[in-house]
């Protein structure tokens, strides 16, 4: 099946700093997600991005599918932004969302 | 909109026990799945469901039974629980796996067997 490995495991920010984390997939996909998983165990959506760009405030992210990989960008992080970052990917003709290994981030006051 | 729905949030069971954890969701989503997370790992797929009547396994579908009588719910079944089932549990849905497919979680379901 699919792998999916995430970029860094582990990563500490100052407050302010930015910081870019990357999803590489072993397979073509047809569904792509970055999820945010806060301290309280919630899942948020993030993106949904199969292909190419998308922005929402200070995060966004690009896939480039034909390359096999995307990348999550966090401007002028915050402590909020503390937590785990999963993407999770499709492969064409099956109906299964498999999660990457995902990476814990901290952000420090 | 209520989302996805899970119950209960909280659960303990001792070894051999039954449960069902509930999964309801109100976006008319035909796909349903069910997800387990063990402390600090990713999230493992259990079991999925494309339509009411339509199940199959995920990556970890050892000891666990679904079903989908209906569109709105996806239970899920523990006949004989083990210690190796303690767990955060999720579910999540989606309005169809195609590029349209954006995947939506409840908010868990943490069990513990003894």
């Known amino acids: 099946g699919i792998q999916v490995e995430q970029s860094p495991p582990d990563l500490i920010l100052q407050e302010g700093a930015n910081s870019t984390l990357r999803c590489n997939f072993s397979d073509s996909v047809n569904n792509l997600q970055w999820f945010h998983q806060n301290p309280w165990g919630q899942l948020i959506n993030l993106f949904y991005?199969?292909?190419g760009t998308k922005q929402n405030g200070r995060l966004s992210a690009t896939t480039v599918a034909t390359e096999r990989y995307s990348l999550l960008y966090i401007s002028s992080s915050q402590t909020t932004d503390s937590g785990v970052y999963f993407c999770?990917?499709?492969?064409?003709?099956?109906?299964?969302?498999?999660f990457g290994t995902g990476t814990r981030l901290k952000v420090l006051a | 909109n209520a989302g996805v729905t899970q119950t209960p949030k909280f659960q303990v069971l001792k070894t051999g026990q039954s449960m069902t954890l509930q999964c309801a969701q109100d976006?008319?989503?035909?796909?349903m799945s069910w997800y387990r997370q063990d402390p600090g790992m990713g999230l493992r797929l259990i079991h999925y469901s494309v339509g009411a009547g339509i199940t199959d396994q995920g990556e970890v579908p050892n000891g666990y039974n679904v079903s989908r009588s209906t569109t709105e719910d996806f239970p899920l079944r523990l006949l004989s629980a083990a210690p190796s089932q303690t767990s955060v549990y999720f579910c999540a849905s989606s309005y169809h796996q195609n590029r349209a497919g954006e995947l939506f979680f409840g908010e868990g379901s943490r069990l513990t067997v003894l």
């Open positions: 976006m008319n989503h035909e796909y």
């Open positions: 999770a990917v499709t492969t064409s003709g099956t109906y299964k969302y498999i």
């Open positions: 991005i199969p292909s």
